[in-house]
């Protein structure tokens, strides 16, 4: 048996991708002057390290290229952009080479304010285009750098126009409650941050409204905003208890991290697929600007593996890029807490489940009674078939949840008992099976693993008839479950509707070895030997686990081997 788990702006973008980053990496032709040139094996390496996902390798690799061909501007480019990209120096290198392009006039203004220079920055942010980029950030960083030479009223003007964008009004106005906060402004900062919503906020809205209303004395306001926080994102919690600690501190407190701030809200403004380089440029710069800005590396790290395609699975360069940028949060950072579990999931990925579990516990040492975190350690042992150690954590999990257990509880009871059956133990699992379904009663996938191991122990076919019919009614389009409801149909002996059945679960999961299996099964039952064996042949070839495949072989020779003369 196989178990199933349960796991306006687009415009904007795409008119920015096209007007500011034409020359993205791996969008067009470039071609060097002649194959011999000795930057052409460089160029290569670069175009093969865009390809697959490694930024920093194709950064690398365009500089070498441009030291054998040095006045090729498409290499710097291309090496620029590569650069941002990956956060790499070899952007600041190489942007001075670029007049014109609105992201190295970004890059360079950004160096400017660091450096204490905000006239200069107020100077490459006015370079910038008249286009729809520069009508997205310009106001925000101008704001900022007139914030820096001292001036809170010509900020706060450079804003207001802006406070009726319908896409980005929101931006605005925290910026300028930013501003006015950090100049000591309370009156204003109170009214403009009066009309920033604390209903459903994200993460760094809460920690910037918690703050400010803790700083105003109206601690319970702060503490329902957090609570807010954690009621629409509950892999949150965990950071409430050091998010409170640092309440009493403001948030932005120097004109560079406000900027860093511009570019990290217009960023989760961006959460579009078509927006996604946009994004990944904006949280470069906002690092770039202030390295410490945890939040701003949860939201890349999610950008560098997530992609609009349902089907898509990152590569490994793309997993080792997130946990590169998650590196640096420290276990005193308040959102270490969301960026280890993000680690551990990546690590679980690239097939490191000890890592992975060690970071988990280190978080459950300080968190002993999280279920989600005792319940994420026995996933990941149980995902990497160590059953023995994933049962001491779904232990835990459901001693903390208490008595009675609430109805979310069904997954630690589920997956508790899938590991004790995995491990030899029915007796101990079948009670934690059917307090699953007690639980979830619905559930077609506890329905389908309880009604599939009670047929494969002979045991309560009818009641087992009736559950897998009614997983199939919850989930009719699911390979695995019409597999089970026509296994249990085929030891009741009605061959005909198991073959039907069975046909139509091999149609929705055709490389599925146990499916076709079953399929052999009641072909041979039938008494259409061709077809058992063809499919037992087949379900040989989509390398079945080692049980599955010591009895598709059996079968055949049982059937099918010539006797000796």
């Known amino acids: 048996m196989h178990i199933s788990l349960p796991s306006s702006r687009a415009a904007l973008a795409a008119c920015i991708l096209l007007s500011a980053c034409a020359a993205s990496p791996g969008n067009g032709a470039l071609t060097p002057k002649t194959p011999p040139d000795p930057a052409y094996g460089a160029f290569l390496a670069a175009r093969y390290a865009d390809s697959v996902g490694d930024p920093a390798s194709a950064a690398n690799f365009y500089v070498k290229a441009l030291r054998a061909d040095p006045t090729n501007q498409e290499l710097a480019e291309e090496g620029f952009l590569a650069g941002v990209l990956s956060g790499s120096p070899q952007a600041m290198q190489l942007a001075p080479r670029l007049p014109g392009n609105a992201l190295a006039a970004l890059l360079l203004g950004n160096q400017a304010a660091m450096n204490g220079d905000y006239a200069a920055a107020a100077r490459f942010i006015n370079s910038l285009p008249n286009d729809q980029l520069a009508t997205l950030i310009k106001p925000l960083l101008l704001a900022w750098t007139q914030f820096g030479e001292g001036s809170e009223p010509k900020a706060l003007a450079m804003l207001r126009p802006a406070f009726g964008n319908s896409a980005f009004g929101a931006v605005y106005v925290l910026n300028a409650a930013l501003i006015a906060d950090a100049a000591g402004d309370t009156k204003t900062a109170a009214q403009l941050y009066g009309s920033v919503s604390p209903l459903s906020p994200n993460l760094r809205l809460a920690q910037i409204l918690a703050s400010w209303y803790t700083r105003q004395g109206d601690k319970p306001q702060a503490q329902a905003i957090l609570a807010a926080l954690a009621a629409t994102h509950p892999d949150l919690a965990i950071a409430l208890p050091q998010l409170r600690r640092q309440m009493t501190s403001p948030v932005i407190s120097t004109p560079v991290q406000g900027m860093a701030e511009a570019y990290l ?57 997130a946990l590169a940028t998650l590196a640096p949060i420290r276990p005193d950072d308040p959102l270490y807490g969301p960026a280890a579990i993000q680690e551990a999931e990546l690590l679980t990925s690239l097939n490191q489940p000890d890592k992975a579990v060690a970071l988990l516990d280190g978080l459950i040492a300080s968190h002993p009674d999280n279920v989600g975190l005792l319940a994420a350690a026995g996933d990941i042992r149980r995902g990497a078939g160590q059953c023995p150690l994933a049962l001491p954590y779904y232990q835990k999990a459901i001693a903390a949840v208490g008595e009675p257990p609430p109805s979310a509880a069904w997954t630690l009871f589920f997956d508790r008992g899938i590991c004790e059956d995995q491990m030899g133990h029915w007796s101990a699992a079948e009670p934690d099976i059917e307090q699953a379904l007690k639980l979830a009663p619905d559930q077609p996938y506890v329905l389908n693993y309880l009604g599939y191991s009670w047929a494969l122990h002979g045991k309560n076919l009818d009641q087992a008839q009736a559950m897998l019919t009614k997983a199939v009614s919850l989930d009719p389009n699911d390979g695995a479950v019409l597999d089970s409801l026509g296994f249990i149909e085929l030891k009741r002996g009605d061959t005909k509707r198991a073959l039907a059945l069975l046909t139509q679960a091999v149609q929705l999961a055709p490389d599925d070895a146990e499916v076709n299996g079953h399929l052999g099964d009641a072909f041979w039952q039938a008494g259409q030997a061709l077809q058992a064996a063809y499919q037992w042949d087949r379900a040989l070839n989509l390398n079945p686990d080692p049980k599955l495949k010591a009895e598709l072989e059996a079968k055949i020779d049982q059937h099918f081997s010539t006797p000796a003369p």
């Open 265 to 321: 809200t217009l960023a989760a403004s961006l959460s579009q697929p078509q927006a996604v380089f946009l994004r990944t440029v904006f949280l470069r710069f906002a690092l770039q600007l202030r390295p410490d800005l945890s939040a701003a590396r949860l939201i890349l790290a999610g950008t560098q593996i997530n992609s609009a395609d349902p089907n898509y699975t990152p590569s490994d360069m793309q997993m080792r890029n």
